[in-house]
Every structure is written in C-alpha cells, then in structure tokens.
C-alpha cells in the first residue's frame, strides 16, 4: 500500500492526472479541491475533515484549485483480487469524488497516525490495514459487484500449526500477511477471514500478542536490557515497544520486570523463613 500526504497546490492551473492504481484519500482538514473528467467542466467540491474521495481510475481527471491538505492511498490490485474472490483480472471500482464512510475513515485514520509515528508497527499492520481497506471498497464501490463470502469455519489444526511456526521462527523479522497465508495455502483475504474465525484476532493482533509474550519471557531475566528485549521481539524502537507494553499489559516493560522480580524475592524470602520456623519446631 502506498501512502503519501498531498499538500495544499496554490497553483490555480488545471492539471491532468491519471492513476494506474486505485487510489483514494482522505481529508485532513476542511478546504476545497477542483476537479472534472473535462477541463471545460470542472466543479469544486467543498470537504470537511475526514471525507474521503475514490479516484477514477485510468481515465484520469482534471485537477485545478486545491487548498486542502489529504492522506492519498494507493491500493494493490493484489489486495482488491483476494478481497473480491477473483483469480485474475482486475477489479474495477465506481469513484466519487466525495462521501463518507466511517469503517474506511476509521481505517484510514489509523494509517495516518502510524505514518506519523514512522511506521512502528511494521509491514503486516499495513498489510492487515489494506486488505481490510479493499473488503470495505469491494463491498461499497464495486461496478461488478460480488459480495465478499463468508467462511463458515476455520483453519484445521494443520494450518494452524504451520502458521504458528512461521510466527514463531519470525518475532524478531517483519512478516507479511501474503507470508502467512502462503504458510496455509490460502488467499490473503480467505486467510484473514478463516484465522479470526479460528483465534477469535486478526493475523497482526495475534503476531502482537506472541511478541509480548516472548517479551514477557524476556524481562524475567534480570540482566536483560530492554532496548534488547524489544528489537528481539520486533518492535523497531524501544518507545514503541513500551507504549505497546502498557496498552496491552498495563504496565511499562520496566515494571513488569520489578513487578516480577520483586515477587520472586518475596517467594523465595518467604520458603527460608517458613524453612528456618521448621528447623526451630525440631
């Protein structure tokens, strides 16, 4: 998935531009944007915040004033095709200039905040993000429109295991969700949809929640820094890392690691008093 902010152009000339990929974007702020399919027809559209816009593709489209700043996406074809259920091809999508939808927003809102922490959370949480992104825009916008199947069931125990190896043998890596699926020999779209079923999380949350545990493993050992523990586990800057932490477990790794220890001292202070009482009784 590409990302990209668009700032606001000053320059009142017409523009022509096409996009070979599918492109929308989502406004950041409130302003206006020129555009029409004819130079000589060319109409101005009024945004708020979070509105979004589905470009047309191939065709292209004029583009003249535009005074309001966007997060513009470009989503794969590979995304679309798994999320259509479709072997080959190419999935065509019906643009609009302008509307809203608040799961796409919802979605769209977290790519941008993840491109302004730097994408922290790696390539498989814009994996994730995209094929969620090409389920809504299936569902809403496709000409040809074939409703996105639902599984009745889940992974067998088989593909469950490979997958969970895979995880295993790659915390501390990036992994894609086209990874993981291949480890079960599904579809992207039919593995996302088949492993929540299955695990009750998306293929990124279960990826999270494995690096944590690990961490967790980790932080028992009292010499271990944490700056180590986090590039261990996968997470590209110890900030990140101890932001997750706490969201997930309430504390920072740091605590968690006091938290521990102390409570081993206290066990083990505890077994020689207990151990020196017996001793007294005989």
Same mark, same amino acid.
């Given at each position: ?78 995304? #679309? ?137 980790? #932080? ?40 521990? #220890? ?21």
């Amino acid at each position: 998935m590409k990302v990209e902010i668009v700032s606001p152009d000053s320059d009142t000339e017409p523009r022509h531009w096409v996009r070979h990929d599918q492109a929308f974007a989502m406004m950041l702020g409130p302003g206006s944007i020129e555009w029409g399919t004819k130079r000589s027809s060319m109409e101005t559209f009024n945004y708020a915040a979070s509105d979004l816009a589905l470009c047309d593709r191939h065709h292209g489209e004029w583009v003249g004033l535009m005074n309001v700043p966007h997060l513009q996406l470009g989503i794969s074809d590979s995304a #679309l095709l798994a999320a259509s259920d479709r072997m080959d091809g190419e999935v065509e999508l019906r643009y609009s200039r302008k509307f809203t939808n608040p799961r796409l927003g919802a979605l769209v809102a977290a790519v941008h905040a993840e491109m302004m922490a730097e994408f922290p959370s790696g390539r498989l949480f814009l994996d994730s993000v995209e094929q969620a992104m090409a389920v809504a825009l299936i569902r809403d916008h496709a000409i040809r429109h074939r409703p996105v199947q639902i599984s009745r069931g889940g992974l067998g125990q088989a593909r469950l295991r490979r997958v969970s190896e895979l995880v295993d043998a790659r915390l501390a890596d990036e992994l894609s969700l086209h990874e993981m699926a291949q480890a079960a020999g599904l579809s992207t779209a039919h593995f996302a949809r088949m492993f929540r079923k299955s695990t009750g999380q998306t293929p990124h949350q279960f990826v999270l929640r494995q690096r944590l545990e690990r961490a967790k493993a980790m #932080l028992r050992a009292p010499d271990m820094r944490v700056l180590a523990v986090a590039v261990a586990c996968g997470f590209k800057t110890q900030q990140h890392f101890a932001q997750v932490f706490r969201d997930v477990c309430g504390v920072s790794p740091t605590e968690y690691r006091q938290d521990f #220890l102390g409570y081993e001292a206290t066990s083990a202070a505890e077994t020689d008093f207990e151990s020196s009482r017996l001793v007294v009784c005989d």
